[in-house]
Every structure is written in structure tokens, then in C-alpha cells.
């Protein structure tokens, strides 16, 4: 069942995070937000259990507390590839509801990473794969890039590492993200040929070691040209989604992949600056593999595609970027039916500008309403989880006081407005998994603007009747609060 | 990740609270801000670039909150380091790349693209305008990471404030109230 799931994913990589896949994890996420607390690290975790680490494991035991962090935030099937990159977690969910929670572990697995005490410094990239195992391939052509496109394709080795040997012990993808430079372009071995890599397992790892420091693009160019005719054929197949055929091929496919590479590893290693200096006859296996210590990634130029170094790089550096975007498209609401780029910039700028209006906003508010700042945590959070409970059941009316008529027409009118437009679609969605009953009751997000606004303007102009300080500040507040 | 937040964000206000006497709703706003701020980018304890340049710009407002905020040596390094100088660079590249491209071949294709190129140059700019530290993230793909993870720690620290307005505010019974005589008296105009 392991390398059933496995396949499932691997057709998700081909199909290239195909956009119905996101537009359904869209809608059912819409309808379901519920859906995503449902503790998915249960699936994450099964098939992984004996291959993830202790780290991964309480890192997927705690994807609903990330998924309350991302509230509305809609997540889907193909970003568990990149949690993968990045958390170094198995490889795919064949539901989309998993990928969610799969979601969260990946962003949990940031952190993670960020944390993890054994994990190397990013040094500026920011983002790195604890405790996954990659191992790289035997050596491709190198191009100068950054650690994003490591977690990728370290990625891709998890999966037909995974789909070759399960259970294979986690190697610390802290081995190739050591020889990273400061810099941002940094070149970083990759697992590319994924067939390869899980066939030539015990010789690639031990090969891994291999130092190769500074070759620059011209060995990956040299390599490509090197690209010996029997290379040519596998240019289409070296593609990292048209990996995993069958065992067959792959073994067949990998034992030539490997003299190839080892063709251009020894290349590398000989001549890094001579485009000229190719050694076709290389019928050696099992050679040194690019250096996880390097920092070097290599890459294959697809078929029918220039091999000039430099465009290499370009093309690197595009899919990298674009397959940050399409993260960015998640996670900014609204964006999923943007494309290009400049379109979905101009999105993400000004949801980075509201979210930090937002934040403004709140901070006055909070300085309004509590004036003292006296915050005690539990009094608050139990405050907060009493509030929730509170607006889930409750309808009734209260006495109305008596100062309310005479506040309320101050409160300006396109002041209320603004408030509303300026908080804008954000409110409500955020609000939702926060306030679960809260939004049953009151379904237009519209009124969860009102409720704040109003509280600003009244505190409680009536008794308080919680015994927290904070309440009891209020009506400090509501004396100065009216006009 | 909330609950570390809001730990952080009360300690950071807790410095605050001797200065009860700031009494004015800017003064109060200030230091809530700048509290959540530091309380956000310490959470990723200098990993991102974002969170260190956001850190160096409250350091120079607030040195002693961010000092207290953040422990150990880390605080030190963080605060202390200088900013990068890649954003010279940038300008200069910029305009030398611009007076070479004067001289280039203008086929309609190339003029669209260029003129795509130059859009998305606009976007990215921005930015790296908004994003704190920005200026000095040397790659497209550097900010593009940076501002994924900058919006996942906006979108926490909004959910963590929104939560504690709500809570902080009166029993909901009163909200439900106010909210129908509100509405109702504004859709009567």
C-alpha cells in the first residue's frame, strides 16, 4: 500500500500540480474547513512511520495546531511535494484532504527546520530539508542555484527512493546542504535521476562524500555535450517527473544513467572550464556522485531544449521561482485564477500591504479597548475560548443601556465603512476557524467587522460581568472612548 | 505557532506595562506593535531574512525591548550586525544594464517581453519594498521564499490579535445585540 500512494504521487508530479487538483482542494476546503483540524498527521504518518524520524513524527502529530495558525489558508495535494522538499517528510497524499493537514506539516516542517538544533543554518536560504532522505544521484551537469531547488529535487530522490526501498533510513539532507555557500547562488547536488539514485543506492551514498568544490556551469554545458548519443535518448526520460516506469527500466535505465554520470562526474572533476573535454566511453559505474558537501546542483537539459549554460541556469532559476509562486498562489486568497506573474505580484503586494494594515489596525484597537495592557494570558485565553462558546449559543437579547442611543450616532457612518473595506474579505475567513460557533451564527462576515467596530466604540456600556481584569477596564475605556 | 507568539508577544509587553503611563492611544499603539513585531521575528530566531532586518529596525527604535525579547546571544549578533549593502549594488547594476540594453535589437517579440520583463521587474520591486528587508535579498527566489514565510507570520499574527480583541471585548450576549441594532439602524439609514 506504501508504494501504491507512492505511484499516485508520482502521477501528481507528472501532471504537474494540475489545476483541477487545486481547484477541488479549493472548493472542498471552502465547504469544509472543519475538515482540516481532523488531525491528518494520521495518514501522514502510517505509511512513514518507520522512516520517519522522532522529529517528523511530532511534527506530523501536530498539524492541527498549524492549521489553526493558517485559518482560511487552502492548501492542497501538490504542496505535500514540496513539504517533502522541506520537511523531509514521505512522499505524497493521494487525497486532498490529507495534503492539507500534509499542508501544515510542511510549514510545520519549516519551522521544524528552523529549529531543529541538528539541522545546518540556512545561511540565508531559508528554507532546508531536516532529516529527509536524499541521496544525490550519480553526478549531473552543475548549475549555480539555490537550496530551493536542492529541497526539490531532493525531494524527487525521496520518491523513488521511497518507491525502491521504504524503508529506507532517513539520511540527513543536511549532508548536501553542508557545502553551501553563504551566497545565494549556490550550486547544490541534486537527486535528478531518481531511478538511478534508488537503484545505485549503497554506491551512492557511499560516493556522496566526493568533494568537488567550484566547477562552474561550464562542466554542466561540457557534461551536456559530453551528452554522449546515448545520453540524447535519455534526455526525455532525465526529466524528473518521467521517472518511475518500471523497476525494469529503471534498472536498466539506471545502470547507463550511471556510466553517464559518471561520465560527466569524471568530466567534472578533470576539466571543469574545457567545453571540449568529453570521455563518451566512460563504462564505469558507481563513480563518484556530485558532492552533497559541494554545492552544487546539476541539472539535465530537457530534450530539445539549449544547453547553454547560461540559459540552464536561467531555466533553473524560472522553475524555481514559478513553483514558489505557486505556493505564494495558496496562500494568498483569491489568487488562484491569477496567472502571470506580475499579475499575481501585484495580488501579493497587496495582500502583504492589508495583512500589515491589519495589523495596525488591531494594535490600535487592542490599545483602545485595553488600555491598561494588563494582559494575563490565561484570563485572556480563557476568556477567548469562553467568548467562542458563548456566541455559538447565545441569541438572546439584553437590556439595552441606555447610553447606547446616544452613542451611536456619533459613530460616523464612513467611518464603519472604511472599517469594513479596509479589513475587507480577510475578517471573515480568519475569523472562521477561530470563532467556530461564531460564524454559525453569524454567517456574513460583514457583522464580525460591525461586532469590532462597535466594541471600539462602546467597551461595555453595560455591567461587565466577567471577572477578569480586562473586562474590568472597560468601562475606563468607554468613558473615553464617547464623545 | 499562536500560542508561542502570543507567549512572546506578552513578554514583550509586560516591559510595557511599568510604562502604564503612557497614556495616549499612539504611545500604547506603538508599543503594541513593536512588541508583536519583535515577538513575530523572534520566533524564526534570525533564520529568515525578513524577521533579522525587521529586528534591526525596531533595535534602532527600542533596543532595550528587543535586547529583552530575544535571549541569549542571539540578541547581540542580531542586533548589532549591519544591514547589507546589496541594495547599493542593485542601482548601480541596474543602470549600467540599462544603458547597454539601449543598443539591442527592437523585434515586436522582444519588445513585449521586454516590456513583460519590465512589469514584473515593477512587481518585484514593490515588493521587496513591502517586505521588510527587501532591499537587500539579492534574488527573486530568495524573496519569493522570504515572502512566504513573512505572510504566514502576518496571517498568525492577525489571527492572534483579531482572537484577543474578540476577547478582550464585552460578553457576547451584548454583541449579538449590538450587532442587529446596528446593522438594523444603518440599513435604515
Not at chain 1, 526539490?152 to 546542504?177: I, T
Not at chain 1, 518500471?246 to 536498466?252: N, P
Not at chain 2, 474578540?166 to 446596528?182: I, Q, W
Request: proline share 6%.
Amino acid at each position: 500500500c506504501c508504494s501504491s500512494s507512492f505511484e499516485e504521487m508520482d502521477v501528481n508530479e507528472k501532471e504537474e500540480f494540475s489545476g483541477e487538483k487545486r481547484n477541488t482542494s479549493y472548493d472542498s476546503a471552502d465547504n469544509h474547513p472543519s475538515d482540516w483540524r481532523i488531525p491528518g498527521s494520521n495518514p501522514v504518518s502510517a505509511p512513514f512511520g518507520s522512516y520517519s524520524t522522532e522529529n517528523l513524527i511530532t511534527a506530523s502529530c501536530s498539524p492541527s495546531q498549524m492549521m489553526d495558525s493558517f485559518g482560511q489558508t487552502l492548501w492542497y495535494d501538490p504542496t505535500n511535494l514540496q513539504a517533502v522538499g522541506y520537511g523531509g517528510f514521505s512522499g505524497g497524499h493521494p487525497s486532498s484532504s490529507s495534503s492539507s493537514c500534509f499542508r501544515g506539516n510542511m510549514d510545520r516542517s519549516l519551522e521544524m527546520g528552523w529549529s531543529m538544533p541538528n539541522l545546518l543554518p540556512p545561511k540565508g536560504n531559508g528554507l532546508f530539508l531536516p532529516n529527509a532522505s536524499s541521496f544525490l544521484p550519480p553526478s549531473m551537469a552543475q548549475l549555480p542555484a539555490d537550496s530551493g531547488f536542492v529541497e526539490r529535487a531532493a525531494r524527487f530522490s525521496l520518491f523513488s527512493d521511497m518507491v525502491n526501498q521504504p524503508l529506507a533510513k532517513p539520511e540527513s539532507v543536511g549532508l548536501f546542504l553542508e557545502g553551501q555557500c553563504p551566497s545565494t547562488e549556490v550550486n547544490v547536488g541534486v537527486a535528478h535521476n531518481d531511478a538511478s539514485t534508488a537503484m545505485k543506492g549503497p554506491n551512492v551514498r557511499s560516493s556522496e562524500q566526493a568533494s568537488k568544490p567550484n566547477v562552474s556551469e561550464d562542466t554542466q554545458s561540457s557534461g551536456q555535450k559530453g551528452g554522449e548519443t546515448s545520453s540524447k535518448g535519455f534526455d526525455s526520460k532525465k526529466r524528473k517527473r518521467n521517472r518511475q516506469n518500471s523497476e525494469a527500466d529503471q534498472s536498466h535505465k539506471s545502470e547507463e544513467e550511471a556510466e553517464n554520470n559518471g561520465d560527466k562526474k569524471r568530466n567534472d572533476e578533470q576539466s571543469p572550464n574545457s567545453p571540449g573535454n568529453k570521455t563518451n566511453s566512460g563504462k564505469q559505474q558507481g563513480k563518484q556522485t556530485s558532492d552533497p558537501k559541494d554545492g552544487y546542483i546539476h541539472v539535465r537539459a530537457r530534450r530539445g531544449q539549449a544547453t547553454n549554460s547560461h540559459s540552464l541556469a536561467e531555466r533553473v532559476r524560472r522553475e524555481k521561482i514559478s513553483e514558489r509562486m505557486k505556493f505564494l498562489q495558496d496562500l494568498v486568497p483569491g489568487c488562484n485564477k491569477v496567472t502571470g506573474k506580475a499579475v499575481m505580484l501585484d495580488e501579493i503586494i497587496n495582500y502583504v500591504q492589508s495583512l500589515q494594515r491589519q495589523v495596525e489596525f488591531l494594535s490600535m484597537k487592542l490599545a483602545t479597548v485595553n488600555p491598561q495592557m494588563d494582559f494575563n494570558l490565561e484570563a485572556l485565553l480563557a476568556k477567548d475560548v469562553r467568548e467562542l462558546q458563548l456566541r455559538g449559543g447565545s441569541s438572546s437579547a439584553t437590556p439595552f443601556p441606555q447610553n447606547m442611543p446616544m452613542v451611536y450616532p456619533p459613530l460616523p457612518h464612513g467611518f464603519m465603512q472604511q472599517t469594513l473595506s479596509s479589513i475587507g474579505r480577510n475578517i471573515s475567513s480568519p475569523l472562521s476557524p477561530i470563532n467556530g460557533g461564531y460564524k454559525r451564527q453569524e454567517t456574513n462576515g460583514w457583522e464580525g467587522d460591525l461586532q469590532n467596530v462597535i466594541h471600539i466604540n462602546y467597551g461595555a456600556g453595560d455591567v461587565p460581568s466577567d471577572p477578569e481584569a480586562a473586562t474590568a477596564s472597560l468601562p475606563s475605556s468607554n468613558m473615553k472612548v464617547e464623545p | 505557532m499562536k500560542e508561542e507568539f502570543l507567549k512572546k508577544w506578552q513578554m514583550g509587553l509586560q516591559i510595557y506595562r511599568p510604562l502604564i503611563d503612557n497614556t495616549s492611544v499612539s504611545e500604547r499603539r506603538k508599543a503594541i506593535k513593536l512588541s508583536a513585531d519583535v515577538a513575530m521575528a523572534s520566533l524564526r530566531k534570525g533564520t529568515t531574512c525578513w524577521s533579522r532586518a525587521l529586528i534591526q529596525k525596531t533595535a534602532t527604535e527600542d533596543n532595550f525591548l528587543v535586547r529583552q525579547m530575544l535571549s541569549g546571544i542571539k540578541a547581540e549578533t542580531l542586533i548589532n550586525k549591519k544591514l547589507p549593502k546589496v541594495m547599493c549594488h542593485r542601482k548601480i547594476v541596474r543602470r549600467s544594464k540599462k544603458i547597454l540594453r539601449r543598443r539591442q535589437s527592437r523585434s515586436a517579440i522582444e519588445e513585449v517581453a521586454a516590456k513583460a520583463r519590465k512589469l514584473v521587474k515593477k512587481k518585484t520591486q514593490g515588493l521587496r519594498n513591502v517586505v521588510p528587508g527587501g532591499e537587500f535579498m539579492s534574488n527573486d527566489v530568495l524573496l519569493i521564499q522570504e515572502t512566504l514565510d513573512y505572510i504566514v507570520s502576518l496571517q498568525t499574527q492577525v489571527n492572534v490579535m483579531r482572537s484577543i480583541v474578540d476577547a478582550a471585548e464585552a460578553g457576547s450576549e451584548r454583541t449579538a445585540y449590538y450587532l442587529g441594532k446596528l446593522k438594523f439602524a444603518i440599513e435604515d439609514g
